[in-house]
């Protein structure tokens, strides 16, 4: 089935850890993002990347980074977690920037 | 600035119509979104609606746009139990850079 795969679907982490989210995308879209979704504050994007080989910075970048080495693939990494990273993260893609969004499922990330 | 802004909570019977408001800032979006989020699943793409249309139906959905006074609503008819979740309007940012900015969410409560 065509989509976008998130995984792990949830985490929990120590604080300090290095973590990395991975995103699949098999509808050969060329824009991928990331997105955290906090209680009372939406979805807030992280990262974004048009097309492979580039990659851009969000509304709230810090903490995070992320590469984009093929089209299918995009995934974000914390470095050293902290508890302020606890959230739901959502990858997207789109044909291209003036296309729709679609979303994967999410993963559930907590810091401790 | 960005600003997108939602009402928090709609509350309806079965059967009625429900409308969920948006206002945005930026007069310069491109597209307008609506997405729908159920419990502990991703954003689904409603429909969308381009900035120089008034208009959009498909099938039980009416999306609205005055684009004088910012605003954009979704009317859906006949709502039915099966459309309790969190609803998000989005709009893009022009230049195809794909950006989102995103409301805080209107949560969608059907009553049988």
């Known amino acids: 089935i065509a989509g976008i795969t998130q995984a792990p679907t949830s985490q929990i982490l120590a604080a300090g850890r290095r973590m990395t989210l991975r995103c699949t995308q098999d509808m050969r879209h060329n824009a991928m993002y990331w997105y955290r979704q906090d209680l009372g504050l939406g979805l807030r994007l992280i990262h974004y990347s048009n097309t492979a080989g580039t990659t851009g910075k969000g509304e709230v970048p810090d903490g995070y980074s992320v590469s984009r080495a093929n089209t299918d693939d995009f995934p974000l990494t914390l470095a050293s977690a902290v508890p302020s990273q606890t959230s739901v993260y959502f990858c997207?893609?789109?044909?291209?920037?003036?296309?729709?969004?679609?979303f994967g499922d999410g993963t559930r990330l907590s810091i401790l | 600035g960005e600003d997108v802004e939602q009402s928090l909570f709609l509350s309806v019977r079965e059967g009625d119509s429900s409308v969920i408001n948006c206002t945005y800032t930026d007069s310069s979006s491109t597209y307008l979104y609506w997405y729908k989020q159920e419990p502990g699943a991703g954003l689904q793409l409603l429909t969308y609606?381009?900035?120089?249309?008034d208009m959009k139906q498909d099938q039980r959905l009416t999306v609205l746009l005055n684009k004088k006074d910012k605003h954009l609503s979704l009317r859906i008819a006949d709502t039915q139990t099966g459309d309790s979740a969190i609803y998000f309007c989005?709009?893009?940012?022009?230049?195809?850079?794909?950006?989102?900015?995103f409301g805080q969410g209107t949560t969608l409560q059907v009553k049988p």
């Open positions: 997207a893609s789109s044909g291209d920037g003036n296309q729709p969004q679609h």
């Open positions: 609606i381009f900035s120089n249309m």
């Open positions: 989005a709009e893009s940012k022009p230049g195809n850079t794909g950006k989102l900015i």
